[in-house]
């Protein structure tokens, strides 16, 4: 029989269930990977094998990021790239990557995670696009299984280099059948569809600038010969849009539709210059997006209309993006800039009201579910996944906030999460990370990112 938990006397047990019940008192029982029940404090307590007092806590489901580039980490504030726009930017950035070594992908893929886990993070996609120096995939896959996070692992791919049209440099390019049967490797090896999977496998071309409209195509028909979904960049900035309509003679929504990346089981990453047309095309096909606030600021992208994208009924996630393009990985607090940014597209959002805090946390959980194609993660009730994070509100910085625990975890500076379970284990207890030591963790990961930067080795 698996063992029990019985997390009780939560101060407010956030369940994003259907009628997205808050229940203070509440408790959530977990047996093995599941949770068993979730119950009021007027319901009896059931007997558990391991029993936790949540007073003072927030208990809430575990937040989805939908899109990351976790080797990036290696490569945060390098100044050259810090004030530039997109283009600029990852001009600046290829020809550091192209160092990028396997054990690079490796440690960067667990500081990502480790920092995403402390954030409340307990399912992550990630989009890894460039392969250099016999890097694979499976360098990451095989990192991430030692983190213990839920995992979507996006065999990503550049196909056009510089010479024939597209941004990145020829080096980093792959040849176009040489992706498409790693594609169907990858898929082959790691890829697991059944309920409650903790890996699952993405196909990824990284970008209408980056690969053949040919690529795009086939990309899509393997995704769906073989069952897994499809993610890309679109829409991002100006230059991305003018890049579309110069190469394509089509606006970015109707190239992902031609392309055959538009669908309920498509995601696609920013949107920020989304129109109005794409916004219906988005919403009528099923198609969803990764919303990266911090990011579209960081490099001067834009605010995307989430709430005008929500509207139209599009399935809408958040992402923290790159870690060179956000510089941080922590989930809870691109939730608070996701409602904060939005309130400075109110008056072009069609009257929408403000963004509020549940629904800033809804877009981190249930929306981040349904993007990733989850039907077992982002609320709490019984047969859902056992991933459940508490936050302590006791501290100083929720101090005269507890009239309303749920707006003030938003609201408040973003904190370390106090607990975290994973598939039923126990992966953050008292805010520290049981799956790794983050000192080591970090002094390995700052060596490989100096070696990095300057060309060494990194040995």
Not at 256 to 276: F, I, K, N, Q, S
Not at 288 to 302: D, E, F, I, K, Y
Request: charged share 20%; glycine share 8%.
């Amino acid at each position: 029989m698996p063992r029990s938990i019985l997390l009780k006397n939560a101060l407010m047990l956030v369940t994003m269930d259907a009628q997205r019940r808050e229940i203070a008192g509440g408790w959530v029982l977990i047996q093995g990977r599941q949770i068993q029940q979730v119950g009021t404090p007027h319901d009896p307590l059931p007997a558990a094998d391991d029993v936790m007092d949540m007073s003072g806590h927030l208990v809430m489901p575990g937040l989805v990021n939908t899109h990351h580039h976790m080797y990036q980490t290696l490569t945060r504030v390098v100044p050259a790239a810090q004030d530039v726009s997109l283009f600029g930017w990852l001009r600046t950035l290829y020809p550091i990557w192209a160092r990028l070594t396997p054990d690079m992908i490796r440690v960067s893929t667990c500081t990502a995670m480790a920092e995403l886990m402390l954030s409340g993070c307990t399912t992550s996609s990630d989009h890894l696009y460039l392969f250099p120096n016999g890097s694979r995939l499976d360098d990451q896959i095989e990192a991430a299984a030692t983190m213990g996070m839920r995992f979507h692992a996006a065999r990503g791919a550049m196909s056009v280099g510089e010479s024939a049209g597209g941004l990145p440099p020829d080096s980093l390019v792959e040849d176009e059948p040489s992706i498409l049967r790693d594609m169907q490797r990858v898929v082959e090896a790691y890829h697991d569809p059944s309920r409650l999977a903790m890996q699952r496998i993405v196909l990824a071309p990284c970008s209408p600038f980056s690969v053949s409209r040919d690529l795009m195509r086939q990309t899509a028909h393997l995704a769906r010969a073989t069952g897994t979904r499809l993610h890309t960049h679109l829409a991002e900035n100006a230059s991305d849009i003018e890049y579309s309509r110069d190469a394509f003679g089509m606006t970015p929504a109707e190239y992902a539709e031609d392309t055959g990346l538009m669908g309920p089981d498509v995601w696609h990453a920013h949107c920020v210059r989304l129109d109005h047309a794409g916004i219906e095309r988005f919403g009528r096909t099923g198609t969803g997006v990764a919303h990266c606030p911090c990011s579209n600021m960081r490099l001067g992208s834009g605010i995307a209309p989430v709430r005008r994208m929500m509207a139209h009924g599009v399935n809408v996630g958040l992402g923290v993006d790159g870690s060179a393009s956000n510089d941080s990985s922590h989930m809870l607090a691109e939730a608070r800039q996701a409602m904060l940014v939005s309130r400075l597209m109110h008056d072009q959002e069609d009257g929408a009201a403000m963004m509020g805090a549940r629904t800033a946390l809804e877009l981190a959980t249930r929306g981040g579910a349904a993007v990733l194609g989850r039907d077992d993660i982002g609320h709490l009730s019984a047969g859902m996944a056992a991933d459940v994070v508490a936050f302590d509100l006791r501290g100083i910085d929720h101090a005269g906030a507890l009239v309303d625990p749920v707006a003030a975890l938003v609201f408040c500076t973003p904190r370390t999460v106090a607990l975290s379970l994973i598939n039923g284990q126990v992966v953050v207890r008292d805010g520290h990370l049981l799956t790794c030591d983050t000192r080591q963790l970090a002094e390995r990961h700052n060596h490989l990112a100096r070696a990095l930067l300057d060309g060494d080795d990194p040995a």
